[in-house]
C-alpha cells in the first residue's frame, strides 16, 4: 500500500493560501527566506503534564523540509530569529509536527517571544 503525500495534499495548499515569506537566522548561522504560517495571534498549548489548562502562546508553523535542505533541525532553532508580517521574533522553541510519513514529512510548530527591535 502506498503512502499518502501528505506534502502535496495538504501541507502545499495550505502554505499556497496561509503562507507568507519569512526570514529565518540561527543563531550561528546565515539567514534565509522559507514560506511560514504566521500563527502569531496564538495558539493553545497544552500543559506538558497533562493537565487540561491550555496556554496561548505566539507561534508560527514552518515545513520541515525546507529547514532539512539548509542541513538544520527543529533542535537548531532555539534562540534563532524569525522576521514575518513586518515583526521579528526569538524562537523561544520548536516542536515538529510530523506526519503518519514521519518528521521529516511534516512540519514545525516555533514558539515565538517577539524581540523590541
Do not use: H
Request: glycine share 8%; hydrophobic share 50%; with cysteine.
Amino acid at each position: 500500500m502506498a503512502l499518502v503525500d501528505f506534502q502535496s495534499l495538504l501541507l502545499d495548499p495550505n502554505y499556497l493560501v496561509f503562507g507568507v515569506d519569512a526570514v529565518l537566522t540561527p543563531v550561528d548561522g546565515f539567514p534565509f527566506t522559507l514560506q511560514a504560517i504566521d500563527q502569531s495571534a496564538g495558539v493553545a498549548v497544552g500543559d506538558p503534564s497533562g493537565v487540561q489548562v491550555d496556554t496561548v502562546k505566539p507561534a508560527a508553523t514552518i515545513r520541515a523540509f525546507e529547514l532539512a535542505e539548509k542541513g538544520l533541525c527543529a533542535g537548531d532553532l532555539n534562540g534563532a530569529a524569525l522576521s514575518l508580517n513586518a515583526n521579528t521574533w526569538r524562537v523561544e522553541s520548536a516542536r515538529p509536527m510530523p506526519t503518519p510519513n514521519g518528521e521529516a514529512a511534516g512540519e514545525i510548530m516555533l514558539f515565538l517571544i517577539e524581540v523590541d527591535v
